[in-house]
Antibody, heavy 123, light 108 residues
Framework: QVQLQESGPGLVKPSETLSLTCAVS?????????WGWIRQPPGKGLEWIGS???????YYNPSLKSRVTISVDTSKNQFSLKLSSVTAADTAVYYC????????????????WGQGTLVTVSS | EIVLTQSPGTLSLSPGERATLSCRAS???????LAWYQQKPGQAPRLLIY???SRATGIPDRFSGSGSGTDFTLTISRLEPEDFAVYYC?????????FGGGTKVEIK
């Protein structure tokens, strides 16, 4: 059974960089799939942030692209999110999830999700 | 960029009733690449439907998806107590993929 677990600071100051990691168990990231980040502001809907293929190719939401970096560490079977220059609008629950299997499935549904982690941006 | 509009915003129904949720796209969704998710309070979304009408693993057959082009529907044939939740649609046929705003199914 594939399991994902997010980790990282729950509080980030405005203008700083948000950093989260998603540890994957039950599946080797190096074997395939896109791995993505999705966020949900309190009481609001879902927003796709970006995805990374197991080979390292990345694909970002244009609305966040200038501030987002997603990387993968296959040796640790985990992938990470960095979001720079954060503001209060970036306060949200951040989820990691598994996307498409093939390289051209950069846009895909997400079948396995982490439980999510709340990140609050505040001084 | 495709924008998804879900309606109604809230659906008030009783257990045993039929629920019909709508997801309308601003442009045609390529190859019916439309998914539905269920989210309960404090939980991550759960994949219900992909490819507009294919049920994900372990999803009961009271959940069904239909539609093509710009109009899609999620139907819950008979609501069980555990079905009261928020439902989101997602299009993944065009870049960037995007989610709808959600429909809350609440107990009447």
């Amino acid at each position: 059974q594939v399991q994902l677990q997010e980790s990282g600071p729950g509080l980030v100051k405005p203008s700083e960089t948000l950093s989260l990691t998603c540890a994957v168990s039950g599946y080797s990231i190096s074997s395939g799939y896109y791995w993505g980040w999705i966020r949900q502001p309190p009481g609001k809907g879902l927003e796709w942030i970006g995805s990374i293929y197991h080979s390292g190719s990345t694909y970002y939401n244009p609305s966040l692209k200038s501030r987002v970096t997603i990387s993968v560490d296959t040796s640790k079977n985990q992938f990470s999110l960095k979001l720079s220059s954060v503001t209060a609008a970036d306060t949200a629950v951040y989820y990691c999830a598994r996307g498409g299997l093939r390289y051209f499935d950069s846009d895909y549904y997400f079948d396995y999700w982490g439980q999510g982690t709340l990140v609050t941006v505040s001084s | 960029e495709i924008v998804l509009t879900q309606s109604p915003g809230t659906l008030s129904l009783s257990p045993g009733e039929r629920a019909t949720l709508s997801c309308r796209a601003s442009q045609s969704v390529s190859s019916s690449y439309l998914a539905w998710y269920q989210q309960k309070p404090g939980q991550a979304p759960r994949l219900l439907i992909y490819g507009a009408s294919s049920r994900a693993t372990g999803i009961p057959d009271r959940f069904s998806g239909s539609g093509s082009g710009t109009d899609f529907t999620l139907t819950i044939s008979r609501l069980e107590p555990e079905d009261f939740a928020v439902y989101y649609c997602q299009q993944y046929g065009s870049s960037p993929q995007a989610f709808g705003g959600g429909t809350k199914v609440e107990i009447k």
